[in-house]
T-cell receptor, first 115, second 114 residues
Framework: AQKVTQAQTEISVVEKEDVTLDCVYE???????LFWYKQPPSGELVFLIR??????QNEISGRYSWNFQKSTSSFNFTITASQVVDSAVYFC????????????FGQGTRLTINP | DVKVTQSSRYLVKRTGEKVFLECVQD?????MFWYRQDPGLGLRLIYF???????EKGDIPEGYSVSREKKERFSLILESASTNQTSMYLC?????????????FGPGTRLTVL
């Protein structure tokens, strides 16, 4: 069975602080994909990144970076110099084996950036 | 610009009513999904469809049914709404390829059953 755990239910920081959102996953598939989505107050989930299980390179996109570690089954997301617009609920998700189309989502982390 | 639309942003229904939630995508995607989102539980898959007239149960199908008569439209049906079906409902779509694909989400329907 596949499972995604986001242990941090809520995080609150002051603007310009760095913040890391944790994601731990479980799967028996050797090929799988990991995702991060952002859900702003408007409600619509916005895709941020996809990683496949064979690519353990960390990725940086502007203030966002992702750290994928197969050894610890983690796919953590860091926001550097946070801004108020980063306030949202963030979801980590997993899909297994090539062709599998279903996503398993974590519980989500509500991030609040205070001015 | 790719788009998934849902028929209502907010809906209030009474216990026992039959409820239809409609979802339309304009990306010619084969896959469509219905989730419900509840605090502390994340998104849970209710039903999904790989093609027209095809449907498969997700993790929590009880109390729901679906219909996919056209490729672009996927409907979620609550045959007899109950208060425990008060929730946010999210529709999504994705193309059918061999790789793991991101899903594109609609804005959600917040359903309240009184």
């Amino acid at each position: 069975a596949q499972k995604v755990t986001q242990a941090q239910t809520e995080i609150s920081v002051v603007e310009k602080e760095d913040v890391t959102l944790d994601c731990v996953y479980e799967t028996r598939d050797t090929t799988y994909y990991l995702f991060w989505y952002k859900q702003p107050p408007s409600g619509e989930l916005v895709f941020l990144i996809r990683r496949n299980s064979f690519d353990e390179q960390n990725e940086i996109s502007g203030r966002y970076s992702w750290n994928f570690q197969k050894s610890t089954s983690s796919f953590n997301f860091t926001i550097t110099a946070s801004q108020v617009v980063d306030s949202a609920v963030y979801f980590c998700a997993l899909s297994g084996r090539p062709g599998a189309q279903k996503l398993v989502f974590g519980q989500g982390t509500r991030l609040t950036i205070n001015p | 610009d790719v788009k998934v639309t849902q028929s209502s942003r907010y809906l209030v229904k009474r216990t026992g009513e039959k409820v239809f939630l409609e979802c339309v995508q304009d990306m010619d995607h084969e896959n469509m999904f219905w989730y419900r989102q509840d605090p502390g539980l994340g998104l849970r898959l209710i039903y999904f469809s790989y093609d027209v007239k095809m449907k498969e149960k997700g993790d929590i199908p009880e109390g729901y049914s679906v219909s996919r008569e056209k490729k672009e439209r996927f409907s979620l049906i609550l045959e007899s709404a109950s208060t425990n079906q008060t929730s946010m409902y999210l529709c999504a779509s994705s193309p059918r390829t061999s790789a793991g694909n991101e899903q594109f989400f609609g804005p959600g329907t917040r359903l309240t059953v009184l």
